[in-house]
């Protein structure tokens, strides 16, 4: 969904409630997607060349523990306040531009339009966690027979013993 910066308004800015359809919108990442419908709320004003976004996302997104492969199924509602403003060199010379270089919600946009879909995308990402477990205890798969360690020991695991022990284990038994 994209919107163009001149149908807003100045002083009456724009409502938008989005239902998107099931899955969408299609995640940037290939081990991530949506699942069912996700619900866009969006207040957006424009002062100038200056568009402010403020508004939430509720999604259901489904991605792969790293370590396991279990399907994993997260709920995300994220809140966002942004600032939208044209690229350096785009904007209107004599225009004061009162932002702080620190402040991350700054988003630039190209050609009189924003695309909510991509910010719907930025804001997902950023709530899913960095790392992407069933569980902190997960035990992973084995490397060498690939059978899920969370739920049963394979062989494997016992043959690779330490040398170390191995040795000791030969003094022991020796007389
Ligand atoms: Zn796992
Ligand atoms: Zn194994």
Redesign the pocket.
């Known amino acids: 969904m994209i919107i163009n910066v001149n149908q807003i308004v100045e002083d009456k800015g724009l409502t938008i409630h989005h239902l998107y359809p099931e899955g969408e919108p299609d995640l940037a990442s290939e081990d991530s997607r949506i699942a069912g419908r996700s619900i866009l709320d969006l207040r957006i004003a424009r002062e100038g060349d200056r568009v402010k976004i403020r508004g939430s996302i509720s999604s259901q997104v489904q991605f792969f523990c790293d370590r396991c492969l279990a399907p994993l199924s997260i709920p995300v509602d994220q809140n966002f306040d942004l600032l939208y403003i044209p690229p350096i060199g785009a904007r209107a010379p004599d225009e004061e531009m009162e932002i702080d270089p620190d402040d991350l919600s700054v988003g630039f946009y190209q050609g009189q339009t924003i695309d909510l879909d991509d910010l719907v995308r930025e804001q997902i990402e950023l709530a899913l966690p960095m790392a992407r477990l069933c569980g902190e205890e997960c035990r992973g798969l ?1 490397p ?4 899920n360690l969370n739920h049963e020991e ?4 016992v043959e690779q013993i330490d040398p170390r022990w191995a040795a000791l284990k030969e003094l022991k038994s020796g007389n």
């Open positions: 084995c060498d027979c690939g059978a394979c062989a494997c695991a």
